[in-house]
Nanobody, 111 residues
Framework: QVQLEESGGGLVKPGGSMTLSCATS????????LAWYRQSPGKQRELVAT???????NYADSMNGRVTVSSGAGKNTVYLQMNCLKPEDTALYSC?????WGQGTQVTVSS
């Protein structure tokens, strides 16, 4: 059973915006909250943003001011809205909750 599933990645031009979604369950989100990570080829996985079950958010310095994490009304979907994207934001973006990980969705920022 898939516990987390990302969607919404693709190709976007520099300066553009993109919103990623992570489908989960109220149970999992309620237990762990959720985190977004990204990994570029040859680089270590990097934490992008977190959201707690109470809605408190935190962001990595590398994307602070350009990214917003939020949960849907039913708390079974978590969104990562990214703005002013740069080529260096190109990565596989994955969501994680406790011991669970999604497969990731590729974001490519290129003209």
């Amino acid at each position: 059973q898939v516990q987390l599933e990302e969607s919404g990645g693709g190709l976007v031009k520099p300066g553009g915006s993109m919103t990623l979604s992570c489908a989960t369950s109220l149970k999992i989100f309620g237990m762990y909250g959720l985190a977004w990570y990204r990994q570029s080829p040859g680089k270590q996985r990097e934490l992008v943003a977190t959201i707690t079950t109470g809605g408190t958010t935190n962001y990595a310095d590398s994307m602070n001011g350009r990214v917003t994490v939020s949960s849907g009304a039913g708390k079974n979907t978590v969104y990562l809205q990214m703005n002013c994207l740069k080529p260096e934001d190109t990565a596989l973006y994955s969501c994680s909750a406790g011991p669970f990980w999604g497969q990731g969705t590729q974001v490519t920022v290129s003209s």
